[in-house]
């Protein structure tokens, strides 16, 4: 009677589990199930994306007048570093793949401390938006000298006064607000100073429900940061592997398919950054 490991090498690899008849077959099984994962992963993200489309396609104002709260420059460094991760994990598949020990060591330490970097940044950024009260919902309370109690009034009032003040020829009510709080908006523009707000605030009203851009920046860049946080996790866990020389040109499954969760993790910021950040 024949049974499934028939055939097999007794002398296989130790990595090699008993359900599978080859490394080949455990690799391209591994591959295909992290690519799957990798789908939903995308599933799940597609879903907010399609969340930040709907609103900014029925509150164009509040997007537009919202982000200049948020820090380019904080972002743009995000960006770079998360780039730069990107590198370090492919070296380091490259140098499992050919046994370099040391090297793979080097790069995933590495590619840990760009996300230790990065979520540094973060912390910085949320910690900016928590001091000035530019959260979600009702925590949505803008504080300092840069956001007048009108603007914080307006915010809790129902979207639909904001449609109704459109200008007739399908601009926007939108006044310049880059004079949001200080360290997180660009530097304020000659000429929008409003003498009502003791020169400090945007000129005009400010667009309602402002919180709505806010709830997403957090849900969609704290979910990211979660799995940033997870992928720093499965980096630790390849580093104490590696240290032990698991990896080589034999058996480098574990430290391909993180790297591939690390692709996308990285890819997933390149969209955010512009979305959040850039786009007027």
Same mark, same amino acid.
């Given at each position: ?9 007794? !002398? ?23 690519? &799957? ?11 907010? #994306? ?7 396609? @029925?509150?164009?104002? +509040?997007?537009?007048? /919202? ?10 460094? @995000? ?41 540094? =940044? ?5 910690? !900016? ?11 949505? =309370?803008?504080?300092?000298?840069? =956001? ?15 449609? /109704? ?43 309602? @429900? ?15 940061? +979660? !799995? ?26 574990? =430290? ?6 690390? !692709? ?6 390149? #969209?955010?950054?512009? &979305?959040?950040?850039? +786009?007027?």
């Amino acid at each position: 009677m024949s049974t499934a490991h028939e055939g097999r090498d007794e !002398h296989a690899d130790p990595h090699l589990q008993h359900h599978f008849g080859s490394m080949a077959q455990q690799y391209d099984s591994g591959k295909f199930g992290m690519w &799957l994962f990798l789908v939903t992963e995308v599933l799940l993200f597609g879903g907010l #994306f399609c969340a930040y489309a709907v609103y900014r396609a @029925n509150h164009p104002e +509040i997007f537009a007048y /919202a982000h200049q709260f948020l820090d380019k420059t904080l972002g743009g460094l @995000n960006t770079l570093v998360l780039i730069v991760s990107s590198l370090t994990m492919a070296m380091a598949v490259r140098c499992a793949q050919l046994g370099q020990q040391r090297r793979l060591k080097q790069m995933l330490a590495a590619t840990l401390l760009c996300a230790c970097v990065f979520l540094g =940044v973060k912390g910085v950024e949320y910690q !900016h938006k928590w001091k000035h009260g530019l959260l979600w919902g009702t925590r949505y =309370v803008p504080q300092g000298e840069t =956001v007048s109690p009108a603007a914080t009034t307006a915010t809790t009032v129902e979207t639909t006064a904001a449609t /109704a003040a459109a200008p007739a020829d399908g601009g926007t009510t939108l006044p310049h607000a880059a004079t949001g709080p200080e360290g997180l908006a660009d530097r304020p523009q000659a000429g929008h100073g409003d003498a009502a707000h003791g020169g400090h605030g945007p000129a005009g009203p400010v667009p309602r @429900n402002v919180h709505l851009f806010f709830g997403i920046y957090f849900v969609m860049t704290g979910l990211h940061g +979660i !799995h940033v946080l997870a992928g720093m996790v499965a980096i630790v866990w390849l580093l104490r592997r590696s240290a032990a020389g698991e990896f080589g040109p034999e058996y480098f499954a574990p =430290v391909d398919f993180v790297g591939l969760y690390w !692709h996308l993790v990285d890819l997933i910021w390149i #969209f955010l950054f512009p &979305l959040l950040y850039l +786009i007027h």
